[in-house]
């Protein structure tokens, strides 16, 4: 049952972003991340190699996920998906116990973990606009996007802590736990999912895979908000392949520092979610995608600027969270609402893993560019690409018909290919 008077009153999304923001605060202790740098003292290349193989399983079954998720009921893949997780999470204090824990199976938990989190993400954006109203999806993807920032304020940089005085591996038990949270609250969800309606395609699953890659061509919103997809991916590839280096061995800083640094973006994220819905109102939600996405790629331009001694550094990269942030999760949020209401439910999991996909390949290209540039060209320079990518999303979402979408309750359905 759809309720329309407020999420506040909607005891079944209440359920689903509990479960939500518990597996938030988890997932940003950055487990895996710290138990390489500081456990197992990885290189450089080894960080971003941990990084380019969390990505390849939505290269490899992606679409294929997809496509199962329009086959079935969604609810009980993200129970799996969490259960999963949380197995994979507990299996490296296991093997640390026994003196045998090394990169190879760090590699291997971060390939499973990107494989079950493509799944759930798809399955999840593909759950939500069947749990609620469609004029209260900004507000849905604002409530969980606001639960994002507030377990960035305090998540990393206690997952910092707990790495600094304690160990990497009592963050991969927490993490762990965090799932087995989020299993018990989307299990009690108690709003009825029927059985998916199947649109019926000659060629079997292997055709309906690439069903959501047609329905984007069709569409030029679809393609804008593809682009944008694209762009921000490929800068969070490079970013994400060099930030825990550059932070720690470039600018000095200890673990327990950036944590507090990256902590100030979850505030400004979270004043960003606040504002979401009041800038989608006043400005419509595709100006208001188009003005955050050109906002939040030229504040990126303070990470390649930071230098200097230990304040000098801190005080750039805090710049670049209280710029940069707050316009980030008003794209996000937006952009995210926007796909959930012009694509129709039969092709929803099709579209949101074509997204995905796409996202995946520019996320590993990024982390690829940078294995083979940083050597060559320096943390820096990889850092401007990023921004320059982030830059060529915007402009494409400028240049699409997404521009003019205003009111979601309105919003035409894309056509199915």
Not at 231 to 245: E, K, P, T, Y
Not at 248 to 258: I, Q
Request: glycine share 10%.
């Amino acid at each position: 049952m759809r309720f329309r008077r407020g999420l506040w009153r909607h005891p079944d999304f209440l359920r689903l972003w509990a479960g939500t923001t518990i597996s938030l605060v988890g997932s940003g202790l950055g487990a895996v991340q710290f138990t390489a740098l500081l456990f197992l003292d990885a290189s450089a290349r080894e960080m971003a190699g941990l990084t380019a193989v969390g990505v390849l399983p939505g290269l490899l079954g992606g679409l294929a996920a997809g496509a199962w998720t329009d086959r079935a009921r969604r609810r009980p893949i993200l129970i799996t998906a969490d259960l999963a997780r949380a197995a994979l999470l507990l299996s490296l204090p296991a093997a640390a116990l026994f003196d045998a824990l090394a990169m190879p199976q760090l590699y291997a938990v971060a390939f499973f973990l990107g494989g079950l989190g493509i799944l759930f993400d798809v399955a999840y954006r593909s759950y939500l606009p069947a749990l609620v109203a469609k004029e209260n999806l900004i507000e849905a993807n604002s409530k969980i996007a606001a639960s994002g920032s507030a377990a960035e304020i305090f998540a990393f940089s206690l997952g910092g802590w707990i790495s600094q005085l304690t160990s990497a591996l009592t963050a991969c038990a927490a993490d762990a736990v965090s799932f087995l949270g989020s299993a018990f609250f989307v299990a009690r969800i108690r709003a009825p999912e029927p059985a998916p309606e199947r649109l019926e395609i000659e060629g079997g699953l292997a055709r309906e895979a690439f069903q959501g890659f047609a329905t984007i061509r069709r569409d030029a919103r679809l393609l804008g908000i593809a682009a944008s997809v694209g762009g921000v991916h490929l800068s969070h590839g490079l970013i994400g392949a060099v930030i825990l280096v550059y932070a720690n061995r470039t600018l000095g800083l200890a673990p327990g520092v950036m944590g507090l640094v990256f902590a100030i973006g979850g505030v400004t994220s979270l004043a960003g979610t606040m504002a979401t819905t009041s800038m989608t109102r006043r400005l419509g939600a595709g100006r208001a995608l188009v003005i955050a996405s050109f906002a939040g790629a030229l504040a990126s331009l303070t990470l390649p600027a930071a230098r200097g001694p230990e304040l000098a550094a801190i005080a750039f990269l805090t710049a670049g969270q209280l710029l940069s942030d707050p316009f980030d999760a008003v794209r996000e949020i937006t952009r995210t609402s926007v796909e959930q209401a012009i694509t129709p439910d039969t092709v929803r999991g099709r579209v949101n893993a074509g997204l995905q996909l796409l996202a995946m390949t520019a996320q590993l290209a990024g982390s690829l560019a940078a294995i083979a540039f940083v050597p060559a060209l320096g943390i820096r320079a990889i850092l401007l690409m990023a921004t320059a990518s982030q830059l060529a999303g915007a402009a494409a979402l400028a240049l699409s018909p997404v521009r003019h979408e205003h009111d979601l309750e309105a919003a035409r359905p894309a056509p199915i290919a």
